[in-house]
């Protein structure tokens, strides 16, 4: 079973490296990861949340917020290729960071590029909660956190909070 890795883990602040075999073990991985997805009740996880060195990720394909029966997605090294200059403030919660939110402003629309299972390059382009969700897992793989977004006086209100949370990866 996958563990939980939390904010101060180093792994959280490290680019993933590019995934390079289309194997087994990946579909395997692939599939560990939805489940824990599931397991923590995220709408979103990355594979450094779950202590892998890797650029993958898998997300729910909401169209807006509390679309829990949305359809899982698993994406292999993503990189976002546009982003739209439309943007929006939505509050952001992390699986890694539990108990803290805070509204960041992102992009309402991104196009994303993406290896599946099999390394088979596409393209796809995710609006709304979607477009959201799929940026602040591909941050995950860039060693970027939600909170770097937040505003000096917020970073500063939450910082015994996670100190506390750092704790967590002793458990």
Not at 30 to 45: C, F, I, K, T
Not at 77 to 94: A, D, F, K, M, Q
Not at 129 to 149: P, S, T, V
């Amino acid at each position: 079973m996958l563990k939980m890795r939390y904010y101060g883990d180093p792994i959280l602040r490290r680019r993933a490296l590019d995934v390079r075999s289309f194997d087994a073990t990946l579909r395997d991985i692939g599939a560990q990861m939805l489940e824990a997805m599931d397991r923590e009740e995220g709408v979103g996880l990355a594979a450094p949340q779950v202590g892998l060195d890797l650029r993958l990720l898998v997300a729910l394909a909401m169209r807006e917020p509390g679309d829990e029966d949305a359809e899982p997605v698993l994406l292999v090294n993503p990189e976002i290729l546009e982003r739209s200059h439309e943007t929006w403030v939505y509050e952001e919660g992390c699986l890694s960071i539990p108990g803290i939110r805070g509204d960041v402003t992102r992009p309402e629309r991104v196009r994303v590029h993406y290896q599946d299972l099999e390394g088979q390059e596409h393209t796809l382009d995710a609006e709304g909660m979607f477009a959201r969700i799929l940026q602040h897992e591909i941050d995950h793989l860039n060693g970027k956190l939600f909170i770097d977004y937040l505003s000096t006086a917020d970073k500063l209100l939450i910082k015994p909070r996670l100190r506390s949370i750092a704790k967590l990866n002793d458990e």
